[in-house]
Structures are given as C-alpha cells and as structure tokens.
C-alpha cells in the first residue's frame, strides 16, 4: 500500500480516536484503573478505516493518561447485505459489494443491513 | 505485577455525533425544515449544483444554504450572490462535517423558517460517510469524468444515500462511461436509490431534480408528526 494512500484516508481516524479515548477514560476512572493494557474494537468491514492510523493516533492523543502505551485490538466484523426480492442475508466483501448477487436468488439488489459498526467491546486493565 | 483484569465497555464509539444528529433532525424536523446533506468529489459539481436548485425554487421555497469547506469561503460567495442565506463553516483541515459542525451552522444562520436547508459538504467520497449530519436526506453527485467504477471504490457512500446525481451528462460523448454499468453496480448497493442523470451546464435533467426536491419539502411539512 503507498504512502500517500494511508495520508490520505487518515483524516476521520482524529476524531474516531478522539471518542475512543474518551469512553476508555471514562471507564478507566470508574474503575479505578491504573494502566489500560489493550482495548478491543468491532469494527465493520465497511468502514475505511486504517488500523495503523488509528493506533498512531491513540498513540499520540493518549500520551499522559492511564491509556497511554494501549493496544488497540480491532475485530473486522463482515458486511452484511439483505435481498431486496427474496428477504435472504448473505455477507459479501468490500471489493465485490456492487457487484454482489444474491446466493438465494441470484438478483443484485441487496440492501446494506450491517457492516459499519464502531464498537468499544471490552478493555484489559491493571 | 498485577494481574491484567477486564472491564466490559460496549459502547459505540460515534455515540456523542448520533446523539447530536439526533437531536439536530428532531429539531429541524418540529419546524419543517428539510435538512439535506449533499456530498461528493471535489470538482463534481456541487456549488453548480446548488445554484440551479437556488435558480429552481426560488420563490417557491425558503431556502438555506451551509457551505462547508477545509479552509475557503468562495463556495458561499458564490450562493451569497443569489441573495439567499448562506454560511461557510470552514472545517480547519477536517475532511468532513459532523453533527456539532452542522448545528453550528445551523446557527449561524440569522433566519430560522426555511423550508429547506442544504449542506454542501466537504469534496471527498469516504470521510462524509462516515458521519450522521444529522440530514433528513443524503443526495450525493458522481459526474461522469470521475468513472462509473465509482461504487466499487465507495460502496458506504452510494449504499446511503437517497438520490445520485449522475452530473456532466453532457461529457458522454466523449467518455467511455457506461451508464448502465454504474446503474447495476449501484443499485447492487442500494436498491432504493433514484438515479437522476444531469447536466448543470446544459440544464438537462435539472427539472427532474427540482421535481424531486420540491415533492420531497411539500411531503416533509404535510408528514404525520411524530
């Protein structure tokens, strides 16, 4: 992957890190945490994110705080799409999403059920 | 060392910008205002877009517009020269709007009856995706010189939005753009979309769009309330 293709989508990351350390410090100060060790995402395969970016950011932002040095460990969660003529469900991948049929029916009209989930499922902490 | 203990967090990262585009939608919605979102590609034809809309309802609907921009004011110029209220938000380097942006603007403009509020938002087909303006509606524009491979590249982006705008139709016949290709790829995404082929240059197709828009704020201020 080039270079100037990561600068350029890392854009949305700021403010999608920006959230996470805040619930993360929340949690971590009800909780009397001392280090916050590694922090587990769900995010959906639709969502164009770039783990790496996110990690710098976390990095960056978290500096001083209890989260500070945190892993984040992102689980891709798959794209879901429903069939507008036979109501079937079926997971497709980002590359072939406009061009994906149906596996009941064979129509490509699916309609976007899940896969742009932003999740903050559980952390690990001292 | 201590031992590594977990805690349960199960929250939604986006929880805060939902929640104010909630609030954002709600609002505009107890006063019949139509917030509509409109996004795309640097250079696809937003603003023209927005002065053909401006040139089409004007007289017959009250309308707004809220720029959005990373650091210029010549888009609202441009529509401030109409006469109608517009306001830029420049986002500073963000490269889009979210929902406590768009309420900002919303404030910032003096007037509160409209009928209907646009929101151009920033160039780019991955970023405004992503976030809830808090928009009754989602229209975007893909213009024929940028491909019609467009939805394999952006599938979030064409999967959520009401209306496309296919603009610069009047490039077809210099272009290899295959109209009905991009028709199938994006209604695989998005079967409810309306596909509506523009020119802002020509004027083609802008009736079927203003047709569009002013179904679409008479039917908003007439819906039951919640």
Known sequence: MSTWQGTTKAMHELPITESILKIVLTHAAKNDVRQVVNIHLRVGKLSDLEDEWIQRYFDYLSKGTVAQGAVLKIERTPIMLQCNSCAASYPVELAEMGDAACPACGQKDGKLISGREYYIENMEVR | ?226
């Open chain 2, 1 to 226: 060392m201590e031992d590594v203990r977990l805690i349960e967090v199960k929250e939604e990262i986006l929880a805060d910008n939902n929640q104010v585009a909630a609030g954002v939608r709600k609002k505009l919605g107890v006063s019949n205002t139509l917030l509509l979102n409109l996004m795309s590609s640097p250079g696809s034809g937003k603003t023209s877009l927005i002065l053909k809309t401006i040139e089409g309802l004007k007289g017959s609907v009250r309308l707004g517009v809220i720029e959005a921009d990373i650091d210029s004011t010549v888009d609202a110029a441009k529509v401030a020269a109409t006469g109608i209220p517009a306001i830029q938000l420049r986002t500073g380097g963000f490269c889009h709007l979210d929902a406590t942006m768009v309420t900002q603007g919303l404030d910032a403009l003096v007037a509160k009856d409209f009928d209907l509020i646009i929101i151009e938002n920033v160039g780019n087909l991955v970023c405004p995706a992503e976030f809830d303006t808090g928009a009754h509606k989602n229209v975007m524009i893909l213009s024929v010189p940028e491909g019609d491979d467009k939805p394999l590249k952006y599938p979030l982006m064409f999967s959520l939005c009401d209306v496309l705008l296919v603009n610069k139709i009047d490039y077809m016949p210099l272009s290899d753009f295959n109209m009905d290709a991009l028709r199938e790829r994006v209604l695989a995404l998005n079967p409810d979309i309306r596909m509506i082929e523009v020119s802002c240059k020509t004027g083609a197709g802008i009736g079927e769009w203003i047709a569009w828009l002013k179904n679409e704020v008479d039917a908003f201020s007439v819906r039951p309330k919640e």
